[in-house]
């Protein structure tokens, strides 16, 4: 250990013990280990959390990786089973249904992008599906499951999975594995915050009467955003204009499946959609609503009509505004988690959000001088990946071709952010994608979702003029065939999951 400046922070008090805290303090007890930063965490049992975040990506498995944990574990501790995408279901048209996998789509052509040839094909009356040139699709598609090869030898054999988890169970390994990295956890509620100098936080108030100071707070209140929001008053930006659903009603049922999917299921209903996630032990399921066009009453009955087995729980409501704080960090408090915004859960981004908003918090970590630039940075790159995960979101309501709901002939027809309507339009054009900085989706998700809506853009790729197309039709009959061989060959997700009990 080195001596430490007389500037460094010396004590850092993370306030909520949900997925936010206990994933930050996991991980910055590592990354700051022998560095002589006290991590204090004071999360309320009497409060608890908001128990719902269980669909993830597949960032999660970077994020436990680089704390030294692998799949397995990870698996066999949360009730896990694995994630290849997500399957939408009638959000195209009623009795429609396309999978969004992690992963890529055929083979480029030198420099032409594959979903170009298969443009063409298709307009030349080849009916094949894109996921037919997707591994992590097919095997979704087909519920089979292994681990990637690790140096694959064609683009074909590429597909990145992730986890659904029991959230609770995670955020309990998180706990033991922070406390045993030296994280002081205290079991209290915040009563008060107490303002610093310049606009900072000197100390937070426990309802026992403690009083826990900090050169350094995180904000893992959830909703509440108790430190960011409330004491310090950091304003919210709200996105309903866009994201018309502001309600949740989540329940947990017994496991029916005896051959769990390996991707989320995102059902759509007349004003809202619905989600299940296959754990081993059980489900968790909810409905997400716009409270404008659906009574609570009625959420709940579409939600118990579609269940996979009997409800564990009573369900339960949960209200949110999707939007973000207008600064994560302002003086000396970072917040994370729902204390930072939420954009409604279709596309599981919260958790990763959690994750980069931790990277990030690790690269620009002040000393206590506060060096406004690194807040100023921490601002914009949060804010920049939020817009653009709202952006990819927004999407899926605007490219339905549902016209049988008040809903989705809303969705339908709103206007989008600009940011947004440019990518549309470009895509629209020539086929082509936008690429801003700070995307967490990348363009061959872009793809699965224009696809899946049956977008199809005006303009080819000029240069299609001048390929061979019937080699060009070979090559892509051999892509269908070594993707449909591979996943012949993979065991079914049962089988995958029981290898994790040996
Ligand atoms: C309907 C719905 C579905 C979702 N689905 C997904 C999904 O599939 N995938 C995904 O990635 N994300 C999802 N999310 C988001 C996900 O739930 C959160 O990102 C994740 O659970 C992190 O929550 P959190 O830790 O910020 O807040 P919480 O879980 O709410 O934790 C807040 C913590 O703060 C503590 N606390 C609050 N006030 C005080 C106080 N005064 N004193 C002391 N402690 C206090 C609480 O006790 C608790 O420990 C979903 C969210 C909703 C609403």
């Known amino acids: ?62 994020f436990y990786a680089k704390l030294g944990l692998t799949d397995e574990a990870v698996m066999r501790e949360t009730g896990a089973t694995a994630k290849l995408g997500i399957l939408f279901q009638d959000w195209r048209r009623v009795g429609e249904g396309f999978i969004h996998p992690f992963g890529l789509y055929g083979q480029d052509h030198g420099d032409i992008g594959f979903h170009h040839l ?67 956890r205290i079991d209290a509620k915040v009563a008060q915050v107490e303002p610093g100098e310049r606009g900072a936080i000197a100390a937070v108030r426990l ?15 959830g909703f509440r955003s108790l430190l960011l929001g409330e004491a310090l008053e950091v304003g919210f930006e709200d996105w309903s204009e866009w994201l018309p659903c502001d309600a949740a009603i989540a329940v947990q049922t017994e496991n029916a499946l005896d051959d769990p999917p390996p991707y989320t299921r995102a059902h759509a209903k007349s004003a809202g959609w619905q989600w299940r996630i296959p754990l081993r032990h059980r489900a968790g399921n909810g409905i997400v609503y716009s409270r404008k066009l659906m009574s609570e009453d009625e959420a709940t009955a ?7 087995g009997k409800p564990l729980i009573e369900p339960r409501a949960i209200p949110f505004r999707s ?19 939420f954009l409604e859960p279709l596309e599981s981004t919260s958790i990763a959000l959690i994750e980069t908003g931790i990277e990030r918090l690790k690269e620009l970590f002040p000393d206590r001088r506060l060096n406004p630039a690194l807040a100023e940075e921490f601002n914009d790159a949060t804010a920049r990946e939020m817009e653009r995960v709202r952006d990819f979101i927004i999407l899926h309501y605007k490219l339905t071709r549902r016209d049988d709901t008040a809903f989705w002939r809303h969705c339908a027809a709103m206007p989008v952010p600009d940011t947004l309507r440019r990518k549309i339009e470009l895509w629209d054009a020539r086929g082509e994608f936008i690429r801003y900085r700070w995307e967490m989706f990348h363009p061959a998700s872009w793809l699965a979702m224009y696809t899946g809506f049956d977008r199809i853009p005006e303009g080819a790729n000029r240069a299609l003029d001048g390929i061979d197309r019937a080699k060009v039709s070979a090559a892509m009959k051999r892509m ?11 065991p079914s997700h049962r089988q995958f999951l029981e290898t994790l009990d040996r």
Not at 120 to 141: F, H
Request: one cysteine or more; proline letters at 4%; aromatic letters at 6%.
């Open 118 to 184: 298969w443009l063409q094909a298709r307009a030349a009356g080849d009916d094949t599906p894109i996921s037919a040139y997707s591994l992590g699709a097919m095997l979704a598609e087909k519920h089979r499951m292994a681990l990637p090869q690790v140096n694959p030898p064609t683009p074909l054999a590429t597909f990145d999975w992730a986890l659904h988890l029991d959230a609770s169970l995670f955020a309990q390994y998180l706990r033991r594995y922070a406390e045993a990295s030296g994280v002081t």
């Open 323 to 341: 939007g973000r704080r207008t600064r994560a960090w302002a003086g000396n408090c970072v917040a994370l988690g729902l204390a930072a915004g």
């Open 1 to 62: 250990m080195t001596e430490a400046s007389p500037h460094s922070i010396r004590s850092l008090v993370i306030v909520g013990g949900g997925t936010a805290g206990w994933m930050a303090a996991a991980a910055l007890a590592k990354h700051f280990h022998g560095s002589g930063l006290a991590i204090t965490l004071v999360e309320s049992s009497e409060i608890g959390t908001i128990g719902v975040g269980e669909a993830t990506i597949p960032t999660i498995r970077r």
């Open 302 to 308: 579409t939600l118990l009509s579609d269940l996979p």
């Open 480 to 490: 269908r065939e070594s993707v449909a061989n591979t996943v012949a060959a993979t």
């Open 207 to 221: 309802d026992d009467g403690r009083r826990i100071e900090g050169d350094f707070f995180i904000d893992c209140t």
